[in-house]
């Protein structure tokens, strides 16, 4: 009987597990949970905030579908892993000892560095827990303030706002998520935003939070503005949590470096999810991703060669549908550039490779809300934005994924981008291509 360790219990460790029962019926898997909580979707807690999905929808596996994966869920942090004699020793002394092992786990939010920054009511969003503080927290006519960038302060900003707070958005430049999106996307969703009673702050950055009596009574900026609230919400980006590998003496850069099988540089231990930095074929670099659906794969392949099928793990486009001010938005492949002075480190929901330079030029299809924007090389689409109607998105994640020649069209294209809807739909019936690629929301 072969024993599986996974420490981590988001959907790359659970991903995993699946797999490894899928190929190894006797397997002793061990799972090591930090949270209380059963198997939820992150991606989910943003609508949990906003109240259209209620917590128990979050719950994506019945605890019949977990029972049969035979699972020892252990809800106790690992502390030290030891790759020599395979053991990992957890925070309560005890000792496992194991065949393989799989580190998913995951990413931790940024914590802020201003004075006051560890005021009761300073709020982030990293889990379950985080989202049913927030909404303790959230009292209709109260006044929040929100920094950051990408897609987490999006998801507290309109959270606390749905829930009658006032709401602050601070933008440390000039305009929202600015190495993603391009300007009049950006534009869009603070006007949207704005529409909604927020009040968007541009060049705009915390001096210090201040207290009374421990909690959070109000903000400066450093320009000397004081803003009285009660809630801060921090997205300021998320770190790979790295501390076992570095202590395992594993090799690490910005994350766990793993190879295509998503082992480590230790024999019989994996990597997969955010901690993971994974080589990407097509810019030629290792790069890490915050994306749910990028987790999952990375699971199951992980899951697969633990279990001794050889599966090799390619890279594919970076893809997340997510929603931004209510407008439903994929992105795919590479699609930004530049850096977001809002954030620090990559935020969730997100992906290193959408900024790697491209030489790549840009096509828009421009409407009020509805925007098609392409990063289109000489024969092939490598990028794509959509935002509003999503009819082009699963035609678009074919043509990318596939790598389809648009030749044939692409003068078409570049002249009168108003026709980018009709030829590209032509030339996906045309391709025969089919998609593959899980539509699963983005974190």
């Known amino acids: 009987m072969r024993r599986y360790v996974i420490v981590g219990s988001g959907i790359a460790g659970l991903a995993a597990a699946e797999t490894v029962r899928q190929h190894d019926a006797s397997a002793e898997i061990t799972l090591l949970a930090e949270e209380p909580h059963s198997f939820y979707s992150r991606p989910g807690l943003a609508y949990m905030l906003t109240g259209t999905v209620p917590e128990k929808q979050l719950f994506p596996r019945s605890q019949a579908d977990l029972r049969k994966l035979r699972l020892n869920w252990i809800r106790v942090p690992a502390a030290r892993l030891y790759p020599e004699p395979h053991q990992v020793i957890l925070s309560n002394s005890q000792h496992l000892t194991f065949d393989r092992l799989l580190l998913a786990t995951g990413s931790t939010a940024v914590t802020p560095d201003f004075p006051g920054g560890d005021l009761a009511g300073i709020v982030k969003l990293d889990n379950l827990d985080d989202a049913r503080h927030i909404l303790k927290l959230a009292r209709r006519g109260r006044t929040a303030v929100v920094i950051g960038g990408g897609i987490t302060a999006l998801e507290m900003v309109e959270g606390l706002n749905a829930r009658g707070m006032r709401v602050h958005y601070f933008l440390r430049g000039d305009r929202y998520w600015s190495n993603v999106l391009d300007e009049t996307e950006s534009r869009i969703v603070e006007g949207r935003l704005k529409a909604q009673g927020v009040i968007v702050h541009y060049h705009t950055q915390i001096g210090q939070a201040v207290g009374e009596h421990g909690a959070l009574a109000s903000v400066e900026t450093t320009a000397g503005e004081h803003i009285p609230c009660h809630v801060l919400g921090v997205a300021i980006g998320v770190r790979p949590r790295m501390e076992l590998a570095q202590l395992a003496r594993l090799k690490v850069e910005r994350g766990i470096l793993v190879d295509e099988s998503m082992q480590t540089s230790a024999p019989d231990i994996f990597a997969a999810g955010d901690v993971a930095q994974v080589y990407d074929p097509r810019s030629k670099r290792a790069t ?35 929603r931004l001010a209510g407008l439903t938005t994929t992105i795919i492949g590479g699609i930004g550039s530049g850096r977001d002075e809002d954030l620090l480190t990559l935020a969730r929901g997100d992906s290193e490779a959408w900024r790697i330079p491209s030489e790549a030029w840009v096509v828009t299809e421009r409407h009020e809300i509805n925007r098609v924007r392409l990063l289109v090389d000489e024969n092939t689409i490598v990028g794509a934005l959509v935002m509003g109607d999503q009819t082009l998105s699963r035609p678009l994640q074919d043509l990318i994924e596939h790598r389809i020649d648009i030749s044939p069209v692409r003068e078409a294209i570049k002249a009168d981008p108003a026709t980018i809807g009709l030829l590209l739909s032509d030339l996906h019936r045309q391709s025969g291509t089919r998609h593959r690629v899980p539509r699963v929301p983005g974190r």
């Open 288 to 322: 890490l991703d915050t994306l749910w659906s990028t987790a999952m794969r990375q699971g199951q392949a992980a899951g697969a060669n633990m279990a001794g099928v050889q599966t090799p793990y390619v890279k594919g486009f970076a893809l997340n549908v997510t």
